[in-house]
């Protein structure tokens, strides 16, 4: 006892002195936020060669990571010990330290590995070891799944009504029991659940994911999940419950709004693989040993209706040990929707926030509007005590009636409309499992007595990823807008970037994310979700190369247009600077290449590629009622269009070609590309007044993004759109979904960053702050969403953002990944200090770990606070007119440490500098504060 006590009081010393040690945290760089395929401690991947990342934290400037050693061992005892039995990378000299590909022994289904790194730096450093991390192995092949086969009830029964429109289904609730009778070592889950599933292990849901699996397309894949189980499972009798909802598996409709598509009635497919401490093992696999009912307390679901719950039906312990399931139906064996059984490698979807209420009005006897400040995606919890046989109704929306009532109208046949029955008795608490929905205000009738704000609450839902950035400036229009776009972005993080979370749509238009993909991995940690919806996509192909505008394909859409597919290729551009994903573009290459032939064979003439289907979708148009213009002069054709993405596509596909070393397509795709710019600037450019097309705003921005004017002529192409953009649209906003992608960018890189600024800042139509200024608190579809038709007018589409948000990180706040060294190896800070704007502060946690940027000004004085990752360099641009103007943390800038002078040029100061904390003040006359 006593010495035991002497132990741990070393221990602890030994703890306080590290914790202590400057060697540790200062001296040294820290290996710390260990990833494995971008994910941290994932289970059941089924890459073989999985990708290591870590950052590395360090006060100190200008260091560098020079070496790294991995090692990986199968055990964490072996790893306590520095023994790396499947991977001892020894010391490699680099810098890089984010996907290392693992190239240790093969991994084999199942197998736990266990990690840690330590890197060395440039100035003699060797670091400790960073905190171990791991990650564990899925089931790699068909055999691993043994005799699991899938399950389900193929047929509609009770109240189901598979055919109606809108589609009804009870829950499949199945069950298994089952005995273990020694000690168990580890115990691991493996389940795919189709549409959506829960499982339980002894009475408890297993994970706190909801609405899972991930969405996929199912004849191609489907995604499983892993589950440590260990802790769940108890000596002797054990009980598996698992309850089946539609999610997208079994389609909400049939034809409206459009086709969509049905795969089956749910189903799932599940393994236990037991190991004990005596190395013997033991599985339990989905067979027709199990049993099913559909007679739950889940009478429907259905992601656009609801969900309907009658607690009086509820099966108390249907998934504890030693439940009676004799009276069950034996469930059925089912056919194999899937070609293949992928691990999902995503975050699953959570209850990521809960919202209270604002405020509740009853609006007529028994009618009651919450209103929970903010439109969200998710749904109420209920709290209620009332007598069994209670029907209480809630219905979401996102705006109201003039009347105080709820607004439904846009939300066309999805009718958001959740039941629930009480079964008396004591105080009822509930949420739905199957359905979610896009809300500002809950409706509740049929409650009864008087409900208060403690009734219901917001459960927000999205994909478990990690918020990244933050910014603020001193303009209260830009905060709003930056907050709706948080929360429209999130609200439509679906294991899909989804269009609108509410009406009956809900699905992944191709075309909405693509410039805004890139605006949203400022924000969040997206990376991973949109390499999973590049399989999608790329899934989701034809034979013939053609590609759906929806992915996954759950409707039948496919317009064979240039622009919403363009995305399978634009996207990963992104995903490769800004996360250094070099991945997604050789995955999908292939799909990416046969597409852009397949469009290059079938359609394109003279060098052109006019296919197209939406233009420049839901630009503002001229009349406030109408969704779509009709002026000519405001339409920008979509032969130029698509002509235009066909240029901009072959040079990506070339730069991912010379990434890829494929030689002969580099060439290949080089060559048409001049052929198609040729003829683009014969066809479309006025050769007199330098304009593209018909001069649209849209028109000329996607040939200077694209590169397609000559330099020569640049200057007064630019011209011709600042001249629209003043004399037509009043400086206010000109673009819809196409051209608004590449606005703001245009406006900066041409040197009218204050014109940007004013479209930025505007509050009346059409504008963002339009917008916020007429009640909204996320980003509407319609730019005159306020007054337009309800038929195609959601509250919450993001695709009207396009570069808005890349445009407040990279311009107004200055952290830009530098394309040639991407992932913000070398980062890019050049921040315009533009109009009134008086400060703007962004946080922005890159995969090298956080960047800072913070500016505000003082008359004649430009005051800058920077920080920068270890094993990072910034170029950064400072508004000053010679370099004795700046100084950092009070001495003249160039002769501070980690700081190097380059050049004056444009009105900047520009220096090259390391890792660490500066803090720059720049004289500047031109800088007038009031
Ligand atoms: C969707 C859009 C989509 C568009 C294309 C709309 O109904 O909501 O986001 O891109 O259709 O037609």
Redesign the pocket.
């Known amino acids: 006892m006593k010495t035991k006590f002497i132990y741990a009081l070393l221990l602890m010393s030994v703890i306080l002195f590290t914790g202590f040690s400057s060697k540790n945290d200062i001296g040294n760089l820290h290996p710390k936020y260990l990833r494995c395929e971008n994910l941290i401690d994932p289970l059941g991947i089924d890459v073989i060669t999985p990708r290591l990342s870590w950052y590395s934290e360090s006060l100190q400037r200008a260091q560098r990571q020079t070496a790294y050693k991995i090692l990986v061992a199968s055990s964490i005892e072996k790893l306590n010990l520095d023994k790396g039995d499947l991977w001892d990378s020894k010391k490699i000299s680099s810098d890089q330290s984010i996907n290392i590909i693992y190239t240790g022994k093969k991994l084999t289904s199942g197998e736990q590995c266990f990690w840690k790194v330590k890197v060395w730096d440039n100035k003699g450093n060797e670091s400790e070891w960073g905190k171990p991390a791991k990650w564990s192995m899925g089931l790699l092949s068909k055999m691993d799944w043994g005799d699991a086969t899938w399950i389900g009830l193929n047929k509609a029964t009770g109240s189901d009504k598979p055919d109606s429109e809108l589609t009804k289904l009870s829950a499949r609730m199945l069950s298994k029991q089952f005995v273990t009778n020694k000690k168990i070592k580890r115990a691991t889950a493996y389940i795919c659940g189709l549409g959506q599933f829960e499982l339980y292990f002894n009475g408890q849901k297993t994970g706190d994911q909801v609405l899972a699996p991930s969405l996929s397309e199912y004849p191609k894949r489907s995604f499983y999940m892993t589950f440590d189980v260990t802790k769940e499972l108890i000596d002797g009798k054990n009980a598996i419950g698992v309850i089946l909802g539609n999610g997208r598996f079994f389609a909400m409709r049939h034809t409206i709004p459009t086709g969509m598509k049905t795969y089956g009635f749910p189903q799932m497919i599940f393994k236990l693989n037991i190991e004990y401490t005596d190395n013997t093992t033991q599985s339990i696999v989905s067979d027709t040993t199990w049993k099913i009912t559909v007679n739950g307390p889940i009478t429907a679901n259905n992601e656009y209706d609801g969900e309907v719950y009658d607690a009086r039906q509820e099966i108390p312990s249907w998934n504890k040990p030693g439940f009676d399931a004799s009276k069950w139906m034996r469930v059925e064996q089912v056919t194999n929707p899937s070609a293949k059984l992928s691990a999902q490698m995503i975050e699953p979807i959570k209850i990521m926030q809960t919202l209270e209420p604002k405020s509740v009005k009853e609006i007529r006897q028994g009618v009651y509007v919450y209103d929970m400040g903010q439109n969200m995606v998710g749904w109420a919890s209920l709290k209620v005590l009332a007598k069994r046989g209670t029907k209480i109704q809630i219905r979401f929306a996102e705006t109201l009636k003039p009347d105080g009532g709820i607004y439904t109208t846009n939300l066309r046949s999805a009718t958001q409309t959740d039941t629930y029955i009480t079964k008396g008795g004591g105080l009822e608490q509930w949420e739905p499992r199957f359905a979610y929905h896009g809300f500002r205000y809950v409706e509740l009738t049929g409650y009864p007595g008087k409900p208060d704000l403690n009734t219901i609450k917001g459960k927000v839902i999205y994909d478990d990823i990690k918020t990244t950035g933050s910014f603020s400036c001193s303009n209260d229009i830009i905060n709003k807008i930056y907050n709706a776009a948080y929360w429209g972005i999130r609200g439509n993080y679906r294991s899909i970037p989804t ?2 979370p509410q009406r009956d ?1 809900r699905q992944g ?1 191709l ?2 994310r693509s410039m805004n993909s890139y605006g949203e991995s400022f924000i969040f940690d997206n990376d991973k979700l949109y390499t999973k919806w590049m399989t999608d996509i790329s899934d989701a192909q034809k034979a013939s190369g053609s590609l759906p ?1 929806v992915a996954p394909a759950y409707w039948t859409i496919e317009s064979d247009n240039m622009t ?1 597919p363009s995305s399978l290729i634009i996207i990963p551009d992104h995903l490769y600077s800004q996360f250094g994903n070099l991945k997604v573009i050789a995955d999908n290459y292939d799909a990416m290449k046969k597409w852009l032939f397949y469009m290059r064979d079938t359609y394109m003439k003279n060098y052109l590629l006019p296919k197209d289907q ?1 233009g420049d ?1 839901c630009m503002p148009p001229e009349n406030l009622e109408v969704i779509h213009s009709s002026d000519p002069k405001r339409i920008t054709p979509g032969d130029f269009i698509g002509s235009a993405y066909f240029y901009y596509c072959l040079n990506l596909m070339g730069k991912y070609a010379q990434l890829l070393n494929k030689n002969e397509d580099t060439k290949e795709f080089a060559t048409l590309a001049d052929k198609v710019k040729e003829a683009i600037n014969n066809t479309y450019l006025q050769k007199d007044s330098l304009y593209y097309a018909n001069n649209t705003v849209t028109a000329n921005a996607l040939a200077l993004s694209f590169g397609i004017p000559s330099k020569e002529i640049r200057s007064r192409v630019f011209d011709n759109l600042v001249n629209v953009i003043t004399h037509v649209y009043n400086n206010h906003t000109s673009t819809g ?1 196409i051209g608004g992608q590449w606005i703001m960018r245009t406006l900066t890189d041409n040197g009218r960053h204050d014109l940007a600024l004013k479209i930025a800042e505007n509050t009346t139509y059409p504008s963002w702050g339009y917008m916020i200024e007429n009640g909204a608190t996320t980003i509407w ?1 319609l730019w005159n969403g306020n007054t337009a038709a309800p038929d ?1 007018n ?1 509250g919450n ?1 993001v ?1 009207l953002l396009g570069d808005l948000m890349v445009w407040y990180y990279e311009d107004l706040a200055g952290i830009k990944s530098n394309p040639a060294n991407p992932a913000f190896k070398n980062i890019i800070m050049k921040p315009y200090p533009v109009g009134n704007l008086k400060f703007v502060k962004a946080n922005y946690l890159s995969t090298y770990g956080p960047i800072k940027s913070e500016w505000h000004l003082n008359s004649a004085q430009f005051n800058w606070d920077i920080s920068i990752p270890a094993n990072t360099t910034a170029t950064i641009y400072i508004p000053a007119e010679k370099e004795g103007d700046v100084t950092e943390s009070g001495k003249q800038a160039s002769k501070t440490e980690g700081v190097k002078f380059v050049k004056i040029e444009d009105g900047r100061a520009i220096y090259e500098i390391g890792s660490g904390s500066y803090h720059f003040v720049a004289k500047n006359e031109k800088i007038n504060v009031n």
Do not use: P, T
């Open positions: 269009d609108c749509e238009w075309g909405d505008d919403w939406y979708w979904l579809e195609m959601s589409h695709m």
